[in-house]
């Protein structure tokens, strides 16, 4: 089983970037399929973006072209890359393991980080 601490939030203004940290432990997370998931206030939680184990990659259409998961696998850890972020992106960011499919369905994946806000404002 993974567990897993969220790094990286933070304050940026409008067109900066983030570099999001999902650090595992209790397993190899190459063994899952791993997902990054964002809430915001009074919203509901909506998929960011998931990556399976052979490798494919999904990002919700919002993101596309400015979000890059990844895993560095020497680190055990998954990460997501943020750039040209907008207000729209503020968002406390959490990492999960579970299912990876092109909807990046939270209601697919559990064993929940703790998040890390994310400001973006000016």
């Known amino acids: 089983q993974l567990q897993f601490v969220e790094s990286g939030g933070g304050l940026v203004q409008p067109g900066g970037s983030l570099r999001l940290a999902c650090a595992a432990s209790?397993?190899?997370?190459?063994?899952?399929?791993i997902g990054w998931f964002r809430q915001a206030p009074g919203k509901e939680r909506e998929g960011v973006s998931c990556?399976?184990?052979?490798?494919?990659?999904h990002y919700r259409n919002s993101v596309k072209g400015r979000f890059t998961i990844s895993i560095d696998n020497a680190k055990n850890t998954a990460y997501l890359q943020m750039n040209s972020l907008q207000p729209e992106d503020t968002a406390v960011y959490y990492c999960?393991?579970?299912?990876?499919?092109?909807?990046?369905?939270?209601?697919?994946?559990?064993?929940w980080g703790p998040g890390t806000q994310v400001t973006v404002s000016s």
């Open positions: 999960a393991w579970g299912y990876c499919s092109e909807h990046i369905l939270a209601s697919d994946f559990g064993s």
């Open positions: 209790g397993n190899t997370l190459n063994y899952y399929h």
């Open positions: 990556i399976s184990t052979s490798g494919t990659t």
